[in-house]
């Protein structure tokens, strides 16, 4: 029998050998020399590009900074980084808790037997999600905000909360004894862990008996009361500062300055058109027979709701909202554009303006971001993995 | 006999009863079915109430349009200032350079014009030849648009990319940004999905690189690092700086949006035309793309959509696109105090193509998904 072989340059594994081997030369090689480039370019302009000007006294402002402390001409400029990125998780973090509620709202309302209701929520979504976040930021901070928010004296009362033409003045809690308080945070995690106990060995009797109970709201009542009774036999370990109108501006109390508060409602608003829509999906994705078989195996409306349409659509859901949280901090870089200190104003911007350190500046930054990316990918594996549907 | 009596007769129908049919079941239908539904539709009439006759007034009724300065507007504080908006619009869509140049002013109206009439038959369901239209759109049109827009040929004289701003600008740098990105994104989408391990990481490692970084710090990494990359002496202008910038994110996003179109293939058909003897880019082109591309098409163009607004933050670089020209002409001294009015203005042709887009993909999808749902 005649042998066919296959001549060298046909065989694929040599082939597919040789391809990588020199896709990476060529990366390696085209990386290499930007980054000797970038490095003499730079000294050409007399920056060496190092490390040390960290601990470098930085010479300018950082006006907002609830976190750590600042002081011009002592803070260094590492300092004015986390200063940065802790400013960056703060509006994220704000941002994320208003637009998931205000997201969940405005979907929910979409879905609505009310056609005025149903419209108006497209008519948000369409609005909102359809128009760049950067001009809305704008938008609301100069021509809305700036324009008409009043000054100090006439604040626009909202309980504890007052707005005026500087920002939003929040009350805050305070510790005023330390153990006390310690033990009282204890006493609250006590019962979030007694509560998830019970919720386990309810499933438990429900899988074996048949019996259910309404879990989520004993557990809830049972955390509201111990952490209200172990407040009260405290002692009360933790006040409130609330602001108070001094001569010109408030006093105490936390504050978000006019453009943490624009930038946070801008955002708000941005990223809930976008949670709404994939709310709407999610209720939208469940097929018409998964009602009609709650229906006729005789689940009452809540039971249906709890038990087949929540799990199943919070698994569309929950997906891309996560995304959204992703963007939602992405997207908080655009405070640059009225003048809140997150990290790329701080620091890829006003830094890099000083030092021309604009390797390790813009390095660092984008570390920073790729860390929350990884973060949100690293959640949504373990949340797909908890919640794939096991196939044959 | 009795039999011919007996024959069936059909009577007409009897109409449907009149309080389930016309306006008025609609309405009991759909806003007092119940009495939360009663109330959610008081709720609502109340705050339209509130907030839309003020509205309305303020933007139509006691509008301003008139006059072309703002004395018009200053005495009638009541209503919008749309005459700054009438008489900053070629500055608004086509930038400083062709303001100011009227006889120069017919270069953007072609190019916008060309690119109206290639898109709309596009767009529309039965037009025959699709796909020579949209080969013309991706590989004649940018040659016309530099042509035309650029100059420096056929006696046309050159306006600089420096000089280009408003509408035009945000236009040609989206532009840009989706056709290179397109191949770009193709490439990275095969090379994530490639047997290859090194291949494959490389791919992996661009994609999540550039999608885990905000567009800002890329800008600001293409103006002020992209000069450093290169042996001193090549230079490019800031708008090329912001393209690059703005192709290279956007790839990656292209690149996930076909992935997406890629894994929907059914294994079988990559089988049957190995079977049949192709080899890789034989395959990959005549069988597995035509198929993921179309599929991806509404994801494609929702990346499209968000770059289409991206394109804005290039004003905190320090160019001049629809956006900042509307913040800079309502803070000239000529027009300062008019914010409102060029925020909204920008913010309107923002959301007619975007909103154009995001319904031309919906629509698609619709086309694609023939799933039953619950309404």
């Given at each position: 029998m005649k042998s066919t072989k296959i001549p060298l340059h046909r065989n694929p594994k040599l082939r597919s050998f040789a391809l990588q081997a020199s896709l990476l030369l060529l990366v390696a090689h085209a990386l290499f020399s930007v980054y000797q480039t970038t490095v003499s370019n730079l000294e050409a302009r007399?920056?060496?590009?190092?490390?040390?000007?960290?601990d470098e006294v930085a010479p300018?402002?950082?006006?907002?900074?609830p976190f750590l402390e600042f002081k011009l001409g002592e803070t260094t400029y590492i300092e004015v980084f986390f200063i940065g990125v802790l400013n960056t998780l703060l509006v994220a973090v704000l941002g994320i808790l208003a637009a998931t509620f205000l997201g969940f709202f405005i979907g929910v309302m979409r879905t609505s037997q009310n056609w005025l209701a149903s419209k108006c929520a497209l008519f948000y979504v369409e609005t909102f999600r359809n128009m760049p976040l950067l001009l809305q930021i704008m938008f609301w901070n100069f021509a809305i905000f700036l324009a008409f928010l009043p000054p100090p004296k006439q604040s626009i009362e909202m309980g504890l909360f007052f707005l005026n033409s500087r920002g939003l003045h929040t009350p805050i809690p305070v510790i005023q004894n330390h153990l006390l308080s310690t033990i009282w945070f204890g006493f609250i995690f006590a019962s979030f862990v007694g509560a998830f106990v019970f919720a386990t060995w309810s499933k438990k009797r429900f899988e074996s008996t048949g019996k259910s109970l309404p879990v989520f709201l004993i557990s809830v009542s049972f955390i509201i009361a111990v952490s209200y009774i172990s407040f009260v036999i405290l002692g009360s370990p933790l006040g409130i500062d609330i602001p108070v109108l001094g001569k010109f501006n408030f006093k105490g109390g936390g504050q978000l300055p006019l453009p943490l508060f624009s930038l946070w409602f801008a955002l708000t608003i941005y990223t809930s058109a976008f949670i709404a829509e994939n709310v709407r999906a999610g209720i939208s994705s469940i097929s018409k027979g998964q009602v009609e078989a709650a229906r006729s195996i005789g689940l009452t409306r809540a039971q249906m709701v709890k038990m087949i349409i929540l799990p199943q659509a919070l698994r569309v859901v929950i997906p891309p909202t996560i995304s959204q949280y992703l963007n939602l901090t992405k997207n908080s870089s655009l405070a640059i554009a009225v003048g809140f200190e997150e990290v790329v104003a701080v620091w890829a911007n006003i830094s890099l303006n000083q030092t021309g350190q604009a390797l390790i500046i813009i390095a660092m930054t984008i570390v920073f971001y790729e860390c929350c990316s990884l973060f949100t990918s690293f959640i949504l594996n373990i949340y797909n993995k908890r919640v794939q549907i096991t196939e044959r | 006999m009795a039999d011919s009596t007996l024959k069936f007769k059909k009577l007409p129908d009897r109409d449907p009863p009149e309080n389930t049919i016309g306006w008025i079941a609609w309405i009991r239908d759909n806003?007092?079915?119940?009495t939360t539904n009663t109330l959610t539709t008081l709720i609502f009439v109340y705050l339209f109430y509130l907030y839309i006759p003020p509205f309305i007034e303020w933007a139509i009724i006691n509008a301003n349009i008139s006059g072309t300065d703002r004395s018009v507007c200053d005495a009638n504080k009541?209503?919008?200032?749309?005459t700054f908006i009438k008489v900053r619009l070629e500055q608004l869509l086509f930038g400083l350079y062709f303001a100011s140049n009227p006889e120069q002013i017919w270069r953007p109206i072609v190019a916008f014009s060309v690119f109206g009439m290639l898109i709309v038959p596009l767009v529309?369901?039965?037009?025959?030849y699709k796909k020579w239209l949209l080969l013309a759109l991706l590989m004649l049109y940018p040659v016309l648009f530099i042509c035309i827009v650029y100059g420096g040929v056929f006696g046309i004289p050159v306006s600089d990319t420096g000089q280009w701003g408003g509408l035009l600008l945000t236009f040609a740098l989206s532009f840009v940004g989706i056709i290179v990105a397109l191949p770009l994104g193709i490439l990275l989408a095969l090379g994530r999905r490639s047997e290859m391990p090194i291949v494959k990481m490389m791919s992996v490692t661009y994609i999540e690189f550039w999608r885990g970084t905000p567009l800002i710090t890329i800008l600001f990494m293409a103006s002020v690092m992209l000069p450093l990359f290169f042996p001193s002496g090549v230079d490019f202008d800031k708008v090329v700086r912001a393209m690059i910038g703005i192709t290279l994110f956007q790839s990656a996003y292209t690149a996930e949006a076909v992935r997406g179109g890629l894994q929907a293939i059914d294994k079988g058909q990559n089988e049957a035309s190995m079977a049949l003897g192709m080899g890789y880019w034989r395959r990959t082109i005549l069988i597995i793309l035509p198929q993921a591309l179309k599929i991806s098409i509404p994801s494609i163009v929702n990346t499209f959509i968000a770059l289409f607004k991206d394109t804005s933050l290039v004003s905190i670089i320090g160019l001049l696109d629809l956006l900042k020209m509307a913040q800079n002409s309502s803070r000239s001294l000529d027009w300062n105090g008019y914010d409102i009015e060029g925020y909204l203005f920008a913010g309107f042709v923002f959301w007619i193509f975007c909103y154009g887009m995001s319904s031309y993909s919906q629509k698609l999808e619709r086309k694609l998904d023939t799933d039953r749902r619950v309404e």
């Amino acid at each position: 029998m005649k042998s066919t072989k296959i001549p060298l340059h046909r065989n694929p594994k040599l082939r597919s050998f040789a391809l990588q081997a020199s896709l990476l030369l060529l990366v390696a090689h085209a990386l290499f020399s930007v980054y000797q480039t970038t490095v003499s370019n730079l000294e050409a302009r007399g920056i060496k590009t190092s490390t040390s000007f960290f601990d470098e006294v930085a010479p300018f402002k950082v006006g907002y900074s609830p976190f750590l402390e600042f002081k011009l001409g002592e803070t260094t400029y590492i300092e004015v980084f986390f200063i940065g990125v802790l400013n960056t998780l703060l509006v994220a973090v704000l941002g994320i808790l208003a637009a998931t509620f205000l997201g969940f709202f405005i979907g929910v309302m979409r879905t609505s037997q009310n056609w005025l209701a149903s419209k108006c929520a497209l008519f948000y979504v369409e609005t909102f999600r359809n128009m760049p976040l950067l001009l809305q930021i704008m938008f609301w901070n100069f021509a809305i905000f700036l324009a008409f928010l009043p000054p100090p004296k006439q604040s626009i009362e909202m309980g504890l909360f007052f707005l005026n033409s500087r920002g939003l003045h929040t009350p805050i809690p305070v510790i005023q004894n330390h153990l006390l308080s310690t033990i009282w945070f204890g006493f609250i995690f006590a019962s979030f862990v007694g509560a998830f106990v019970f919720a386990t060995w309810s499933k438990k009797r429900f899988e074996s008996t048949g019996k259910s109970l309404p879990v989520f709201l004993i557990s809830v009542s049972f955390i509201i009361a111990v952490s209200y009774i172990s407040f009260v036999i405290l002692g009360s370990p933790l006040g409130i500062d609330i602001p108070v109108l001094g001569k010109f501006n408030f006093k105490g109390g936390g504050q978000l300055p006019l453009p943490l508060f624009s930038l946070w409602f801008a955002l708000t608003i941005y990223t809930s058109a976008f949670i709404a829509e994939n709310v709407r999906a999610g209720i939208s994705s469940i097929s018409k027979g998964q009602v009609e078989a709650a229906r006729s195996i005789g689940l009452t409306r809540a039971q249906m709701v709890k038990m087949i349409i929540l799990p199943q659509a919070l698994r569309v859901v929950i997906p891309p909202t996560i995304s959204q949280y992703l963007n939602l901090t992405k997207n908080s870089s655009l405070a640059i554009a009225v003048g809140f200190e997150e990290v790329v104003a701080v620091w890829a911007n006003i830094s890099l303006n000083q030092t021309g350190q604009a390797l390790i500046i813009i390095a660092m930054t984008i570390v920073f971001y790729e860390c929350c990316s990884l973060f949100t990918s690293f959640i949504l594996n373990i949340y797909n993995k908890r919640v794939q549907i096991t196939e044959r | 006999m009795a039999d011919s009596t007996l024959k069936f007769k059909k009577l007409p129908d009897r109409d449907p009863p009149e309080n389930t049919i016309g306006w008025i079941a609609w309405i009991r239908d759909n806003l007092f079915s119940s009495t939360t539904n009663t109330l959610t539709t008081l709720i609502f009439v109340y705050l339209f109430y509130l907030y839309i006759p003020p509205f309305i007034e303020w933007a139509i009724i006691n509008a301003n349009i008139s006059g072309t300065d703002r004395s018009v507007c200053d005495a009638n504080k009541s209503g919008a200032c749309w005459t700054f908006i009438k008489v900053r619009l070629e500055q608004l869509l086509f930038g400083l350079y062709f303001a100011s140049n009227p006889e120069q002013i017919w270069r953007p109206i072609v190019a916008f014009s060309v690119f109206g009439m290639l898109i709309v038959p596009l767009v529309i369901d039965k037009t025959p030849y699709k796909k020579w239209l949209l080969l013309a759109l991706l590989m004649l049109y940018p040659v016309l648009f530099i042509c035309i827009v650029y100059g420096g040929v056929f006696g046309i004289p050159v306006s600089d990319t420096g000089q280009w701003g408003g509408l035009l600008l945000t236009f040609a740098l989206s532009f840009v940004g989706i056709i290179v990105a397109l191949p770009l994104g193709i490439l990275l989408a095969l090379g994530r999905r490639s047997e290859m391990p090194i291949v494959k990481m490389m791919s992996v490692t661009y994609i999540e690189f550039w999608r885990g970084t905000p567009l800002i710090t890329i800008l600001f990494m293409a103006s002020v690092m992209l000069p450093l990359f290169f042996p001193s002496g090549v230079d490019f202008d800031k708008v090329v700086r912001a393209m690059i910038g703005i192709t290279l994110f956007q790839s990656a996003y292209t690149a996930e949006a076909v992935r997406g179109g890629l894994q929907a293939i059914d294994k079988g058909q990559n089988e049957a035309s190995m079977a049949l003897g192709m080899g890789y880019w034989r395959r990959t082109i005549l069988i597995i793309l035509p198929q993921a591309l179309k599929i991806s098409i509404p994801s494609i163009v929702n990346t499209f959509i968000a770059l289409f607004k991206d394109t804005s933050l290039v004003s905190i670089i320090g160019l001049l696109d629809l956006l900042k020209m509307a913040q800079n002409s309502s803070r000239s001294l000529d027009w300062n105090g008019y914010d409102i009015e060029g925020y909204l203005f920008a913010g309107f042709v923002f959301w007619i193509f975007c909103y154009g887009m995001s319904s031309y993909s919906q629509k698609l999808e619709r086309k694609l998904d023939t799933d039953r749902r619950v309404e």
